[in-house]
């Protein structure tokens, strides 16, 4: 912009940096955002092709989940979980009260007095000691050391009666005394287990639903950016095309030698930036000359900001084309450079196509001209 001449003052020049400068800040924020939603998409897509074929929730999904919020939803979701975990849990204490009260139970009921009993390798064979007095009080907690589940307090019974029967020899009375109640708690166990295996058939389901209805409140937020950075994005892009239209309308008049300089540099242009040229310029000024019988462009004065739309773009496109020459040297036709029958051949056909490329855009700018509104 700085190396546009212009009838306005410096600081009108100022002033138009400024503002692309703010719509660039703009687009720059947009480009972060999508590129949130653009990660969110990428990684469901991911979830979906890793998830088993036969999972019914990802594959049917869900129609939604009724009038309630989703954090609504969940929360009576917890509130139900943990009434039936309650349930169990009392009716599994049941059982431990059963268990405790038999007249076997008393060796186990505190923590094994291993000094005053001095059994001094206790510990080199008991890897975990367990009681029933520290099982209450864990059943009871309401901390995080509280059990989970029952099945956490099960495998500390059963803890409790595997560590007697390993310290003890096989004919010794806490052996015999901890097999005995071990044998009659799995019997208690095994009424209990179906209501506990159902249970976490429901946990499980319940989980599931619960990381969908995260995931489609997570769609349905992520949908809404969408629609609010399109928007924002169609707000950018008519904010640039003002401050185009203002800028080339303070832009000076092209005099006949900057004219005739534009049109040699177009003819140097490569096959597709010429045709790029002339389609942003046809979409932008439909009443631009650009077809064949003018497709070395008749500049006139009332095209002034076409031109000057054309002279950016060429600038452009022969500045990116200097750079590559450095590395690849071609001609204007995108040919080689070689002198010979070939690179005559290539030129022609080269003619050949712009030719049939400026019809198809002049013919496609004269439909649209004479469209009905």
């Not at 100022?14 to 687009?27: N, R």
């Not at 720059?28 to 979906?48: A, C, I, P, T, W």
């Not at 019997?187 to 506990?196: D, G, M, R, S, T």
């Not at 319940?206 to 209805?213: F, G, H, I, N, T």
Request: contains cysteine; proline residues 3%; negative net charge.
């Amino acid at each position: 912009m700085e190396d546009v001449e212009t009838r306005g003052s410096a600081s009108e020049v100022e002033a138009f940096q400024h503002h692309l400068d703010q719509i660039l800040i703009e687009v720059n924020r947009l480009e972060e955002r999508v590129g949130e939603v653009e990660q969110f998409y990428e990684d469901k897509s991911k979830m979906q092709l890793n998830a088993p074929k036969g999972s019914s929730i990802l594959r049917n999904g869900r129609q939604g989940i009724g009038i309630k919020k989703p954090q609504q939803v969940a929360s009576d979701r917890e509130a139900d979980a943990a009434r039936r975990m309650q349930e169990l849990m009392s009716q599994f204490a049941t059982i431990l009260r059963q268990i405790t009260q038999h007249k076997w139970a008393f060796p186990f009921m505190q923590p094994v007095d291993v000094e005053g009993l001095g059994l001094h390798d206790y510990h080199e064979v008991i890897d975990k000691p367990m009681d029933f007095t520290t099982i209450k009080k864990r059943m009871e907690a309401k901390d995080d050391s509280s059990y989970k589940n029952v099945r956490e307090i099960c495998a500390d019974v059963r803890l409790v009666f595997k560590n007697a029967m390993k310290y003890n020899d096989e004919k010794n009375n806490i052996h015999v005394m901890a097999k005995t109640l071990l044998a009659k708690f799995e019997e208690k166990w095994l009424q209990l287990l179906p209501k506990v295996i159902d249970e976490e058939r429901t946990r499980e389901r319940e989980e599931a639903e619960s990381q969908l209805d995260m995931q489609l409140a997570k769609e349905v937020e992520h949908a809404r950016m969408a629609r609010d950075i399109s928007k924002e994005l169609s707000e950018v892009e008519t904010n640039l095309e003002e401050l185009r239209e203002l800028v080339l309308q303070k832009c000076r008049k092209l005099s006949v030698f900057d004219k005739m300089q534009l049109l040699q540099d177009f003819h140097q242009l490569p096959l597709e930036d010429m045709m790029n040229a002339i389609r942003v310029v046809a979409q932008s000024n439909p009443g631009f000359p650009y077809t064949v019988e003018h497709v070395d462009l008749e500049l006139n004065p009332e095209n002034d900001s076409a031109a000057w739309s054309l002279k950016f773009l060429v600038e452009n496109a022969l500045e990116l084309q200097s750079k590559d020459l450095a590395t690849t040297p071609v001609n204007s036709f995108g040919c080689s450079n070689k002198s010979d029958k070939k690179n005559m051949n290539c030129r022609i056909s080269a003619n050949r196509r712009k030719k049939e490329i400026c019809e198809a855009i002049a013919e496609s700018a004269k439909r649209r001209r004479t469209k009905p509104s």
